[in-house]
């Protein structure tokens, strides 16, 4: 297998845009908190490319055979679908 298709990295969604929304309470907080988690992410994104390593980031709100579909396009693979 080539080392770019090692690994399927999936996590919680951490973009408050993606959600369709900020909280109403605290949104300073919440803006600082979901940017840092998006900074986190992309550094270990970095870390992971840097190791040959792919990766793929769903949410738990995504359709699952979107998410499938997505995986298998990404593996050269025929969807499931």
């Known amino acids: 297998m080539p080392p770019t ?4 990295v999936a ?3 951490t973009v408050a845009a993606a959600c369709g ?3 109403r309470s605290n949104r300073e ?5 979901l940017a840092d988690n ?3 992410d992309r550094r270990a994104d970095a870390v992971l490319h ?3 390593w792919r990766v793929l980031r769903f949410w ?3 359709d699952p055979d979107a998410v499938a ?3 298998c396009a990404a593996l050269g693979r025929p969807s499931v679908g």
């Open 29 to 33: 907080w919440w803006a600082a908190k």
């Open 60 to 62: 738990e709100h995504e």
């Open 11 to 13: 996590g919680p969604c």
């Open 38 to 40: 998006v900074a986190r």
């Open 21 to 23: 929304h900020l909280p």
């Open 69 to 71: 579909d997505a995986i």
């Open 5 to 8: 298709t090692r690994r399927l």
């Open 50 to 52: 840097a190791e040959g």
